[in-house]
């Protein structure tokens, strides 16, 4: 290793410059006395942290100087968000305490420093760790959004500058950043940084996608300025005419956006069309905002034709994170379909900046729909049952939602997520309403509770004393707020069934003498395979568990061999990570090592040697092995981190891996004749199924085929695109499996 020369001269003088890029940054709501407040923390920030380096070897000051400069800059925080920024790590990296941030820096900016320092300490391995931060975060939201924003910036940097990380945390750190970081971006209506954080997780868990889209994307970068020149060029002339000030230009879609696209659609990046949008921002008059818009509009759908279905109006109606704009799509002069959006400079800087910049133009906030949203974290918070797992998912339904605008009978307004329903509705006015709900009226007409509402619709809700939550409502409510409700009415239902059933088998055991104990109790609901002691005492309750059988765990007992370990424990884990970590390299080799450490590959994606893939520790499968973009992957990845084990593919040729293929074609007599031709006698592939449909002449496949790697999928691949009549051939994508525990 060659020695690490540092000039530290150099250093200082790079820090101080970096703060003074700072400085200037925070100029524009600087007020008297902030600048003082802001070296307060960053000498306190330079002092602690002055031994540290981050992982590229530079200075570890960089990086907070740098989270505050994108809370000053891009989300336009004032000086206590600086603050905290610039302290966000010292208390969880250095010797710092929060009580002596109090002390010197106030109750507040404690306050927000606590809520970005993560758990610490001792944790049981069946929980999430990283949900449970995620949870801690969120309840320190409802208190103060900066926790968030001063978050998303802190994950921003981190994003930017992973390149010196290892693989694996480049995984784990990216796939929470997809997973809960851009979508609270989004409801947060930060759109840049949602992109860019969208675009930056890409990079590294679809590497090739992400490489192979931005090239094509530069391909023809140069013919489609020019299309867009010719298409603004009629515009801004009109605009001009009519005394209209603006700015009009085209934005290119993010990677990620032109990636959901192409696989929502299945369609090749080819086909689709709309890589940009054209933005017309005008220099409007408070007063003449929504006027301005329509006569931009206007002029637009004069000079070229709308689409009647794609005119999105958020001008009349903002969304809940504030967002305000009109969209349009029309039809351009070569034939193409353009998106067209609408707004005004003020509209322009909440479209970016989100939240703050939210707050700098409306004094009064309390009708703002983000307000709501806050409110509405705050009551899911309230229900303290909830495992943290469960709440992330339920919150996470809600980040990304589009909503629907309900009206009551005496006319309020009121926003729901899109696919809501009447029993949505009732939870939304009040719990109690949700909870006693027999049916609704929607626009005076009698509807179920599991009714779809519409945008515009007016609902009344129809109780009954007699009514109570049942199990079957889950089904179809999509509200955080109805789902916990339910949740946590049928729970206390469900322990006071249960009761019963736990002095039923109080009476049993005593009468098999077996001691009634904490230890037995759980020793019962492994052998049984029941999730937790309550549903044990449940289903003896509900007589859906038959007593009898107690004496085949009596009988277990006294062999102890066949003892199922079903409860995943720390030592257990920590075996298997030191297995692989105690060879010389701590990378799990797929192939080699399969004497020694018992691995799977997972068939929710059917990763093939070639492909990019990580172990994961299981509760009862020891390793399964996903490829990095397999559906389960982001969540896994997201709430497990700690679980992963970094894979690597050995070379082999003897072995075949199965994986799935999606075959689009017009059908032709004699296709699959063809197609099957391909596989087994020129490819010599074996074949486990195809299945065929076939609809007005096009022709839809899947076959499931064994390959020795991706090369010669690739291949294979290449071959049957050759086959006349195929149109398309994509590896299959297979669904989310539905996970019990793992
Ligand atoms: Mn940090």
Known sequence: MSELVIDLE??????????????????????KGDKALIRQAFDLALESHKDMRRKSGEPYIYHPIAVAQIAAEEIGLGTTSIVCALLHDVVEDTAVTLEEIEREFGKKVARI??????????FDYNSSLQAENFRKMLLTLADDVRVILIKLADRLHNMRTMDHMPRDKQLKISSETIYLYAPLAHRLGLYAMKSELEDLSMKYTEAETYKFIARK????KAERELFIQSFIGPIRD???????????YGRPKSIHSIWNKMRKKGIPFEEVYDLFAIRIILESKPDQE???CWKAYSIVTDLYRPNPDRLRDWVSSPKANGYESLHTTVMGPKGQWVEVQIRTTRMNEIAEKGFAAHWKYKESSSDSGLDQWIQKVRELLKNPESNALDFLDDFKMNLFSDEIFIFTPKGALMQLPLGATALDFAFEIHSDLGAKCIGAKVNHKLVPLSHQLQNGDQVEIITSSKQSPKEDWLNFVVTAKAKAKIKSSLKEEKRRVAEEGKEILERKLKSLKITYNTENIHKISNYFKFPSALELFYAIATESFDLKLLKEFQASEKTPEHKTPDRIDASQIEGLINKVKSKDSDTLLIGEDLQKIDYKLSTCCNPIPGDDVFGFITVNDGIKIHRTNCPNATKLLANYGYRVVKAKWTSQKELAFLTGLRIRGIDEVGLINKITTVISNDFKVNMRSITVDSNEGIFEGTIMVFVNDTMHLENLTKKLKQVKGVTSVTRFESQPERHGRI
Do not use: F, H
């Not at 420093?113 to 001792?122: A, C, N």
């Not at 994307?217 to 023809?220: G, I, M, P, Q, T």
């Not at 605009?239 to 700015?247: F, P, R």
């Open 238 to 248: 009109i605009l001009l005419e009519q005394g209209l000030k603006s700015n009009v």
């Open 10 to 31: 150099a250093e200082k003088k790079e820090i101080l410059k970096r703060y003074r890029a700072l400085l200037r940054a925070c100029k524009p709501t600087m007020q």
């Open 290 to 292: 929504k006027a301005d």
């Open 113 to 122: 420093i606590d809520g970005l320092t993560k758990i610490s300490g001792v």
């Open 217 to 220: 994307l530069n391909e023809k």
